[in-house]
């Protein structure tokens, strides 16, 4: 059997048929790493998942790795330049939760729009014979600026369209082929619309991209919902912004360092927060799993990589 390093728990379906394929090691619990690393060295598999990064350091303290099958669309956890020097293949689990994770962004907005958390205390603490609970914005005619038109952002557009929304978005290049309005300058588009959706890549080229001006121009009757990663938007401001006013409200579900997120989160009451839960569904992390460990089975074999990043 051939040793596979595993820097995260996946979900069991995934890991029965891993456990049964390879030799398994769950890094996350081994307590001297680097003696393990060294007596692993010719280590050629890897599968990451959660928060451990595969950088140049775990890259070089195994230097016979090939393959790293990413359980996740988001390839963030590794360093993919270091990567592709190293002639290391690297595949992730597309498309099969697009769904889902469009389902919590809607999800997401609804709870923040119609104050699904606070009226349920509301109900639970007995208040409702004391006096009706306050009235609540609507999503029905309010305009969505989604930032990353890809495949999750797509099925989010189609989703808010069914709630009667009108769409928009902003990404690096216009898409001539879809239906929407196209902002090449995000703040104006922020400027423009009531909800701002982040669904980029959590990359270099992402980080930050949600600014203090681009929060200011989205301003007191905006909101922004986060599903991408927690470095596409300045935290600092967004926490500023959402403490004074200068935005309406958030929904997020990632966050900057998770999952040790900023406890000023717990003190305000205009944000719903979801520990990274979008695609974490019975039948999505199913079909993440599947994806994963073909992806691994495919590379064991020779034949082509289903979902192949580099
Ligand atoms: P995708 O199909 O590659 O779409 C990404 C979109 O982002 C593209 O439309 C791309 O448009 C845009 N984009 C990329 N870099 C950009 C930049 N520097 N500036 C502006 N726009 C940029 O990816 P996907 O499958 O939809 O997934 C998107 C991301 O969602 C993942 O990478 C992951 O971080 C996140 N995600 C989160 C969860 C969760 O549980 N919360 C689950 C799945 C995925 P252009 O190329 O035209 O710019
Ligand atoms: C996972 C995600 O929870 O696919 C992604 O990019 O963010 C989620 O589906 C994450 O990958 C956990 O590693």
């Not at 001297?32 to 007596?39: C, E, S």
């Not at 600026?145 to 369209?161: F, V, Y």
Request: glycine share 10%; net charge negative; proline share 5%.
């Amino acid at each position: 059997m051939e040793d596979l390093i595993l820097t995260g728990p996946v979900v069991d379906s995934a890991m029965e048929v891993l456990d049964q394929k390879f030799r398994t090691h769950k890094l996350w619990e081994i307590e001297d790493k680097a003696a393990f690393l060294r007596d692993h060295k010719a280590t050629r598999l890897m599968a990451s998942f959660g928060t451990l990064q595969v950088d140049t350091d775990l890259m070089d303290a195994l230097p016979a790795l090939e393959m790293i099958s990413v359980f996740g669309v988001g390839v963030d956890m590794v360093d993919l330049d270091a990567a592709k020097a190293r002639g290391i293949r690297v595949t992730n689990t597309p498309d099969v939760l697009n769904d889902a994770v469009a389902e919590m962004t809607l999800a997401l907005m609804l709870a923040t729009c119609r104050q699904i958390v606070h009226a349920d205390a509301f109900v639970r603490a007995g208040k409702w014979s004391d006096a009706p609970y306050p009235l609540t914005g609507e999503l029905t005619g309010a305009k969505v600026g989604i930032l990353g038109l890809g495949r999750i952002g797509k099925e989010i557009a189609l989703r808010c369209q069914a709630f009667k929304m009108q769409v928009v978005y902003s990404g690096r290049r216009e898409q001539p082929f879809q239906p929407y309005q196209y902002y090449s300058d995000l703040v104006e588009m922020a400027r423009d619309v009531d909800w701002l959706i982040g669904v980029v890549p959590g990359d270099t080229g992402t980080q930050g991209l949600v600014s203090r001006e681009v929060l200011e121009a989205l301003g007191p009757q905006g909101s922004f919902v986060n599903v991408g990663r927690g470095s596409l938007v300045d935290e600092g401001a967004m926490l500023d912004l959402l403490k004074n006013g200068g935005l309406g409200a958030a929904g997020l579900d990632v966050f900057f360092n998770e999952p040790e997120i900023s406890p000023e989160f717990f003190e305000l009451s205009n944000v719903v927060l979801i520990p990274h839960q979008a695609s974490a569904t019975h039948k999505t992390r199913w079909a993440m799993g599947d994806l994963f460990v073909r992806n691994l089975l495919a590379y064991c074999s020779g034949t082509p990589l289903i979902s192949p990043v580099i």
